[in-house]
């Protein structure tokens, strides 16, 4: 069985546009709906078009309403859309395409800057995936769209790992990852979004420069901490080399003991930080 949720705040335009056609395509699909604190008719049009309707009180934020969307679902995959009519609900048919070669999270990756909402979105994203791609060893279309099919067992594997917020599709993609399960991509195009985007870009833009140390301490720390380890050591020799150049003295500077005594805390801190990502993965098993 098919289950679609569609987290939704303040989205009744973008509803109204896209799900007849939705449940016209999928009618024997399970579609939810999960109300997040809207204050405008995003409920009742989700009712009118024979959706199921899960009700947050107040806004709790999209990664709270994907959680409570993936917890009500019944259906073997979930697909995640938005409820903003940006993604097409054609596409649904070939996500699940490829989802059926044996894929585990199957992710519509948003292709060129045509398919972003603006530049400097264009240009985050940009830096998320060239990021994630190399702590994965895997090239990462799309770190973080919101149009994606997954296995509901396996997602409800993390979803304690989830945040609240807007950052679910990172977490969540880095997690299958990490964990060894299979995550492949289809190319998709993004109409414009109906409606007032819910993110401002200089409170949510340092949300998501956090969100780049996230997805390394998420998947292997010591990836993220060995670099500016060896960084400050290496900075620490170089000062006394200096140093003892100038001055014709071996002993160690302050500053020179400072650095290398830094870069070994540090070198520490990732050490116990990838034990620790380990234990945190280690349970995480097929049922």
Do not use: C
Request: net charge neutral; no cysteine.
């Amino acid at each position: 069985m098919l289950s679609i949720v569609i987290p939704a705040k303040n989205e009744a335009g973008g509803l109204e546009k896209f799900l007849p056609r939705l449940l016209e395509l999928h009618p024997d699909a399970e579609v939810i709906v999960v109300n997040d604190g809207s204050t405008d008719d995003t409920a009742s049009v989700a009712e009118s078009a024979g959706a199921q309707v899960v009700t947050h009180a107040y806004s709790k934020g999209n990664g709270a309403a994907i959680k409570s969307g993936a917890r009500a679902a019944t259906g073997d995959v979930i697909v995640f859309m938005d409820g903003d009519g940006q993604h097409n609900p054609e596409d649904i048919s070939r996500l699940l395409a490829e989802w059926d070669k044996g894929y585990d999270l199957v992710v519509g990756a948003r292709s060129g800057l045509s398919s972003q909402a603006s530049v400097a979105r264009w240009s985050a994203n940009t830096l998320y995936n060239k990021l994630a791609s190399w702590m994965v060893g895997h090239k990462i279309a799309d770190l973080t769209s919101g149009f994606r099919a997954v296995r509901r067992k396996k997602f409800l594997e993390f979803l304690y790992l989830l945040p609240n917020g807007f950052s679910y599709p990172t977490t969540s993609t880095m997690a299958f990852f990490r964990a060894g399960y299979s995550v492949g991509f289809i190319p998709i195009d993004v109409a414009q979004r109906i409606g007032t985007s819910h993110i401002n870009m200089w409170r949510d833009g340092v949300r998501f420069f956090l969100i780049i140390f996230k997805i390394g301490t998420l998947y292997s720390p010591l990836k993220v901490y060995f670099p500016v380890a060896a960084l400050m050591a290496g900075l620490g020799v170089l000062n006394y080399l200096a140093t003892a150049f100038a001055t014709g003295s071996f002993r160690f500077t302050n500053m020179s003991t400072l650095l290398i005594l830094a870069g070994i805390l540090v070198f520490l801190i990732g050490l116990l930080s990838e034990q620790l990502t380990n234990l945190q993965y280690k349970d995480i098993h097929d049922d």
